[in-house]
């Protein structure tokens, strides 16, 4: 199966604000590629865990 893709940006994809896809590619938004995902952990004082998922 093959599937075509079009520089024109669909109906159906919606700026979240003004200028967004003047900016960006719509093409960033709308096709998902694996992309690294790192977890950062610290130790805030008293010894509570806390992380931060970075994309």
């Known amino acids: 199966m093959k599937h075509y893709f079009t520089h ?5 994809l919606i ?3 003004p200028g967004k896809y003047e900016i960006f590619s719509w093409l960033e938004f709308g096709i ?3 992309n690294p995902i790192y977890l950062v ?5 008293g010894g509570i865990p806390n992380a931060n998922i970075l994309l």
């Not at 024109?8 to 159906?12: A, D, I, S």
């Not at 952990?41 to 004082?45: A, F, G, H, I, S």
């Open 32 to 34: 998902t590629v694996p």
């Open 8 to 12: 024109e940006k669909p109906e159906c």
């Open 41 to 45: 952990t610290t130790l805030k004082e």
């Open 15 to 17: 700026e979240d604000w």
